[in-house]
T-cell receptor, first 113, second 115 residues
């Protein structure tokens, strides 16, 4: 079975540009999570969805960040406008209720110059 | 609030040595789950194990073993006869058993196995 798929794997953009990160969870999983990893702050949960509905977005840094899950097999994380401090690796993960372990995608390394 | 502490920031050993990674957690929940993840140099996060709070039996999987002690709120990870391929950052994590399935991660321990 395919794991969690993320695209792009690498993104380099200029400050002020819009960035869209994409995720396809494992088929059948009903939870989807977005994390950010930086050296300073480690792994931070940004937002998570259950059955396509956002449940907790308290980790989203500010209004420049938004996430959607239009269907069970696709989610996006958008940053508009991007800033250099948004440079990080962004991970998407999915899980199946009752199992709790989350399976992570390969991550998107974002660099904002 | 839940918290996971991995006091060892970096560990370096010679191949074939045994090494233990420490994990201490805090939670007010009576039921919860503990996890270990591996992040090799390639960057992906790989799930290794999940342990329920009501199951304190130690677990062994090949060269890997885990020691869960509720009395000391610890969930330590031992690699026996380490190999260069074990070099990675290892994360311990905690989640509630009920409700939200959010993972709270420790800061990670960077393990380097030298040939």
């Amino acid at each position: 079975d395919a794991g969690v798929i993320q695209s792009p794997r690498h993104e380099v953009t200029e400050m002020g540009q819009e960035v869209t990160l994409r995720c396809k969870p494992i088929s059948g999983h009903d939870y989807l999570f977005w994390y950010r990893q930086t050296m300073m702050r480690g792994l931070e949960l940004l937002i998570y969805f259950n059955n396509n509905v956002p449940i907790d977005d308290s980790g989203m840094p500010e209004d420049r960040f938004s996430a959607k899950m239009p269907n069970a097999s696709f989610s996006t994380l958008k940053i508009q406008p991007s800033e250099p401090r948004d440079s990080a690796v962004y991970f998407c993960a999915s899980s199946f209720r009752g199992h709790h372990e989350q399976y992570f995608g390969p991550g998107t390394r974002l660099t904002v110059t | 609030a839940q918290k996971v502490t991995q006091a060892q920031t970096e560990i370096s050993v010679v191949e074939k040595e045994d090494v233990t990674l420490d994990c201490v957690y805090e939670t007010r929940d009576t039921t919860y789950y503990l996890f270990w993840y591996k992040q090799p140099p390639s960057g992906e996060l790989v799930f290794l194990i999940r342990r329920n709070s009501f199951d304190e039996q130690n677990e062994i999987s090949g060269r890997y073993s885990w020691n869960f002690q509720k009395s000391t709120s610890s969930f330590n990870f031992t690699i026996t006869a380490s190999q260069v391929v074990d070099s990675a950052v290892y994360f311990c994590a905690l989640s509630e058993a009920q409700g939200a399935q959010k993972l709270v991660f420790g800061q990670g321990t960077r393990l380097t196995i030298n040939p």
